[in-house]
C-alpha cells in the first residue's frame, strides 16, 4: 500500500506565505491525478487544487492566482501565498495510485495550516 505523508503546515500571518509538500512511498506504483483538500473547523473538506499525470492544474476559485500545485516524481507540492485567515484548515493530499493492477485512493493524515496575526 502506498502511503503518503504531509509536511510543510504551521502558523503564519496574513499575507504570508507556506510550502506544503506531499512524499509518497511505496514499492512498484505510479500516481496519476493528485490533488490538495482542506477542512475547516465545522465546514465539509474541500478541493482546493488538483493536477493531472501530465501536469493540468485545477483550482478552487477562492485560491486562483494565490495557490500553485506542483509536482515532482513521487512528490506534491503546493505553494500557499497571499495567505488569510480563511485558508486556515487541516490540509490533505490524495492521489490516484496505481499498483500491479489495482487501481485506489490514498489520503496524507494532514497538516495543520492556521492563518492569524
Known amino acids: 500500500q502506498v502511503q503518503l505523508v504531509e509536511s510543510g503546515g504551521g502558523l503564519v500571518q496574513p499575507g504570508g506565505s507556506l510550502r506544503l509538500s506531499c512524499a509518497a512511498s511505496?514499492?512498484?506504483?505510479?500516481?496519476?491525478?493528485m490533488g490538495w483538500y482542506r477542512q475547516a473547523p465545522g465546514k465539509q473538506r474541500e478541493l482546493v487544487a488538483t493536477?493531472?499525470?501530465?501536469?493540468t492544474s485545477n483550482y478552487l476559485d477562492s485560491v486562483k492566482g494565490r495557490f500553485t500545485i506542483s509536482r515532482a516524481k513521487n512528490t506534491l507540492f503546493l505553494q500557499m501565498n497571499s495567505l488569510k485567515p480563511e485558508d486556515t484548515a487541516v490540509y490533505y493530499c490524495?492521489?490516484?495510485?496505481?499498483?500491479?493492477?489495482?487501481?485506489?485512493?490514498?489520503w496524507g493524515q494532514g497538516t495543520q495550516v492556521t492563518v492569524s496575526s
Open positions: 490524495n492521489a490516484n495510485v496505481q499498483q500491479l493492477g489495482r487501481n485506489y485512493d490514498v
Open positions: 493536477i493531472t499525470y501530465g501536469g
Open positions: 511505496g514499492s512498484i506504483f505510479r500516481l496519476s491525478a
